[in-house]
Nanobody, 125 residues
């Protein structure tokens, strides 16, 4: 079974930028639908963004649209989440995930069966 190796994360100030990376253990990255979710303390895991392998489209949560960008580098076999204009409410553990979602459930964490280890992102002044 594929494993997802994440890197990035950390402590930043409001307005700063951060980039998260997710590398599948098996190539090529283009064979996977890959998503980012996040979970804040005391809250449910929520959808952030996804790169859909079936139509090569990207989808975003309304809360991050215009600030976050999900992208895929086939040569590096890596998925990225570029986060700009970070806010304190973006503080959470971020997870990379893959599975076989369809468009109707692509934002549902239950549609994903493989998860990364999680990265802490803290936005605080």
């Amino acid at each position: 079974q594929v494993r997802l190796v994440e890197s990035g994360g950390g402590l930043v100030q409001p307005g700063d930028s951060l980039r998260l990376s997710c590398a599948p253990s098996e190539r090529p990255v283009s064979r996977y639908t890959l998503a980012w979710f996040r979970q804040a303390p005391g809250k449910e895991r929520e959808f952030v963004a996804v790169h859909n392998r079936n139509n090569n489209h990207q989808y975003y949560a309304d809360s991050v649209k215009g600030r976050f960008t999900i992208s895929r580098d086939n040569a590096q076999n890596t998925l990225y989440l570029q986060m700009n204009g970070l806010k304190p409410e973006d503080t959470a553990v971020y997870y990379c995930a893959t599975g076989t979602p369809i468009l109707s459930n692509i934002r549902n964490p239950a549609a994903y069966n493989t998860w990364g280890q999680g990265l802490q992102v803290t936005v605080s002044s």
